[in-house]
Structure formats: structure tokens, C-alpha cells
């Protein structure tokens, strides 16, 4: 299984500002994906960073608003950028194993906890 | 578009108890992957067991199995001896043959205690 860091792990900032996630992954995987968890509720997937091209996102989720770079195949970043307070959520990496059999399961970061004052 | 439901907000079970924690899910897919994950307040997201929808067998890991029901698209959770480790939020999460969309449960806060 793969073991996934997340930097910051946690960040106070100030609305109109941006802050940028880093996830490192300790081996080479096919998909990284960035999701965000509300405050006592599930998790709900931002986008789907693909290695070489641009994020896939998710419905509710824009590149200006969430950008996502993807430069190799063991590291991604999340940008969250002009924040509010709205965006006061958990942010937690994802990565699939390629190998595996094709299960298809995902091994999650420790996430990141944002709060916007 | 698949969907996952667990109607069970919170729990909780006196440790050394056994526990079932409910899932039911819908897609369109013969073939995918379900899964239950645990989320103690570390957040740290855990990947407790997996099952794929081909294999009649339910999955076992330790104290943990669940219980598959295809034709009813049920897959239940069971932990057995309860532990006040296993205090945590519980996912219940579906993966289409495709592998890209893992479509998560609201989660049910367990409790376990002593």
C-alpha cells in the first residue's frame, strides 16, 4: 500500500488569500485525487489530478477556484485560492495503487485542516 | 450515477460486543469494488477491508467481515470484539470497474464503550 504525506497539516489564514497543499506519495501511482471533508460530514471529491495534463474536476469545483498541479507521478499540489470562510474544510490527498489485482482502492493522507477567518 | 447511503448516523456498542454498522449502494455496474474505511479523530483515513462485487465469498479481516448482498445491493459491516480502538467515523465507499470515482456513504460515528 502506498503511504501519502500531506504538508501543511494544518493552517489558519485570512480570506482573500491563497494556500497551497502539497501530497507526497512514496511510490508511483496512476491517479491522484483531492477531496474536501466539511466538518462532521463525508467526503466529496474536488478532482482527479492527472500526470501531464490538466485536473479533472468535479461538479461544484472550478480550476480558477481549486488549481492542481500534477508534475510527476508521486506528487501533486492543491491550491485554494481568493478564500473565504466557506472553505473551512478538511483537504485529503488520495492516491490508487496500479498494481494490486485492479482493486482500485485508494490510500488516503492524513489531510489537511483549513480554516479561513 | 451511483450512490451510497448509510442510515445510521452514530452507534455505539460496550466493548467486547459485537457491532454491524448498515450500507446500502446503487449502480449501474455489474462488476466494481465496495469498501469500508474508518476515520478515528486523527483523520487519518483507513482502509479496513474490499470487496469485489464478483466474489459470492464475503471478506474477512481479523474482526472485521461483512456481509454482501448483491441482489439487495447491501454490504454491512461486522466487527467483532469490539475494541475502544475502534472508536471512529466509518465509511462506506463504492469504486466502479473504471477505478476513478470512489463515491463515499455519509459515515457513521461509532462508539465503543468501556
Known amino acids: 500500500s502506498a503511504v501519502i504525506s500531506q504538508k501543511p497539516s494544518r493552517d489558519i489564514c485570512q480570506r482573500g488569500t491563497s494556500l497551497t497543499i502539497q501530497c507526497q506519495v512514496d511510490s508511483q501511482v496512476t491517479m491522484m485525487f483531492w477531496y474536501r471533508q466539511q466538518p462532521g460530514q463525508s467526503l466529496t471529491l474536488i478532482a482527479t489530478?492527472?500526470?501531464?495534463?490538466?485536473?479533472?474536476?468535479e461538479s461544484g469545483f472550478v480550476i480558477d477556484k481549486f488549481p492542481i498541479s500534477r508534475p510527476n507521478l508521486t506528487f501533486s499540489t492543491l491550491t485554494v485560492s481568493n478564500m473565504s470562510p466557506e472553505d473551512s474544510s478538511i483537504y485529503l490527498c488520495?492516491?490508487?495503487?496500479?498494481?494490486?489485482?485492479?482493486?482500485?482502492?485508494?490510500?488516503f493522507g492524513p489531510g489537511t485542516r483549513l480554516t479561513v477567518t | 450515477a451511483q450512490t451510497v447511503t448509510q442510515s445510521q448516523p452514530e452507534m455505539s456498542v460496550q466493548e467486547a460486543e459485537t457491532v454491524t454498522l448498515s450500507c446500502t449502494y446503487d449502480t449501474s455496474e455489474n462488476n466494481y469494488y465496495l469498501f469500508w474505511y474508518k476515520q478515528p479523530p486523527s483523520r487519518q483515513m483507513i482502509l479496513v477491508i474490499r470487496?469485489?462485487?464478483?466474489?459470492?465469498q464475503n471478506a474477512t479481516e481479523n474482526r472485521f467481515s461483512v456481509n454482501f448482498q448483491k441482489a439487495a445491493k447491501s454490504f454491512s459491516l461486522k466487527i467483532s470484539d469490539s475494541q475502544l480502538g475502534d472508536t471512529a467515523m466509518y465509511f462506506c465507499a463504492l469504486n466502479n470497474n473504471a477505478g476513478n470515482m470512489l463515491t463515499f456513504g455519509g459515515g457513521t460515528r461509532l462508539m465503543v464503550k468501556p
Open positions: 470487496q469485489e462485487a464478483y466474489k459470492q
Open positions: 489530478a492527472n500526470q501531464g495534463s490538466e485536473a479533472t474536476y
Open positions: 488520495s492516491a490508487r495503487d496500479s498494481g494490486t489485482g485492479g482493486s482500485y482502492e485508494q490510500y
